[in-house]
């Protein structure tokens, strides 16, 4: 390997075990760190990548119209999805309908009412749950009843 080649141009690494070193810069002096040191600096890994998934707290809209807490902090992370085709929904019809996503008031069921803070999750989208404080909730609408959603958080 020449010093001018790029890391983009590096072969990737396999089966990680933890003694590899790397490069770091600390107090602006170039140093060396195991792969091992790096991961336990976030109590042995951390991040979506090193936590065990949970299911939400709920996962379909018992009534339409009627929002519903899906996550509560503190958690590190997690996502919503507004599942498609209409029968993964578990609503009647021929269309699949949108999913409304608010993390700081219980949103409408419609796109009119949805606020400025409300994100619209069209039928198939993911909506990634960022790291949340306790006592911040994620909340969840549809218009039907029935309306289930695949809702996964990361303690």
């Given at each position: 390997?020449?010093?001018a080649?790029?890391?983009?141009?590096?072969?990737?690494?396999?089966?990680l075990?933890?003694n590899?070193?790397?490069?770091?810069?600390?107090?602006?002096?170039?140093?060396?760190a195991?792969v091992a040191?790096?991961?336990?600096?976030?109590?042995?890994?951390?991040?979506?990548g090193?936590?065990?998934?949970?299911a939400?707290?709920?996962?379909?809209?018992?009534?339409?119209?009627?929002?519903?807490?899906?996550?509560?902090?503190?958690?590190?992370?997690?996502?919503?999805?507004?599942?498609?085709?209409?029968?993964?929904?578990?609503?009647?019809?021929?269309?699949p309908e949108?999913?409304?996503?608010d993390?700081?008031?219980?949103?409408?069921?419609?796109?009119?009412?949805?606020?400025?803070?409300t994100?619209?999750?069209?039928?198939?989208d993911?909506?990634d749950?960022?790291?949340?404080?306790g006592?911040?909730?994620v909340?969840?609408?549809?218009?039907?009843?029935?309306?289930?959603?695949?809702v996964?958080?990361?303690?």
């Open positions: 390997m020449s010093i080649e790029t890391i983009t141009n590096l072969p990737y690494a396999i089966g075990a933890g590899e070193q790397l490069e770091i810069v600390q107090n602006g002096t170039s140093k060396r195991t040191q790096v991961a336990a600096l976030n109590g042995g890994g951390g991040g979506p090193f936590v065990t998934p949970e939400g707290l709920a996962f379909e809209i018992i009534t339409g119209g009627t929002a519903i807490v899906v996550a509560s902090g503190p958690i590190s992370g997690g996502y919503v999805i507004n599942p498609n085709p209409v029968a993964a929904q578990g609503i009647g019809g021929d269309v949108n999913g409304y996503l993390m700081t008031e219980p949103p409408g069921s419609t796109d009119s009412t949805a606020s400025g803070t994100s619209i999750l069209f039928p198939g993911r909506f749950l960022p790291a949340l404080n006592g911040v909730s909340y969840v609408n549809a218009a039907s009843s029935g309306h289930k959603l695949t996964v958080i990361y303690p």
